[in-house]
């Protein structure tokens, strides 16, 4: 039986694509989950997981940009749905409060 496959993708300045992924399983669903440095990766890991798992659906986290968005669907070449987490303006004010306390946009 064919389960309908979903990837969540997100970019995170420290992340290691070879560690920071899983994936979780139901009798119905594979859920891939994977976090990424750079742009670049994130288009790799959405081409290799539509053409080799026939991943279904792409949710990108907010973080992405429309162009992001428009490289992703480019690259998965109508394979897979691809879609954005968007939130309203307060609750996107209150996750970048946070984001800079734990240092996300430090400059290296």
């Known amino acids: 039986m064919e389960k309908f496959k979903a990837l969540f993708l997100a970019h995170a ?3 290691d694509k070879n560690q920071h992924k899983a994936l979780i ?6 859920l891939f989950v994977q976090v990424v440095r750079t ?3 994130a288009v790799q890991v959405a081409r290799e997981l539509a053409a080799n798992e026939g ?10 940009t429309h162009r992001d968005v428009a490289e992703i669907q480019e690259a998965v070449q109508g394979q ?8 309203d303006g307060p ?10 306390k734990v240092g996300w946009f430090k400059k290296n």
């Open 80 to 87: 897979a749905g691809v879609c954005v987490a968007r939130s």
């Open 91 to 100: 609750s996107s004010g209150m996750i970048r409060q946070v984001m800079e």
């Open 39 to 41: 742009q670049e990766e």
């Open 13 to 15: 300045p420290d992340a």
């Open 55 to 64: 991943v279904h659906s792409i949710l990108l986290c907010p973080g992405f």
């Open 25 to 30: 399983e139901t009798g119905l669903y594979q």
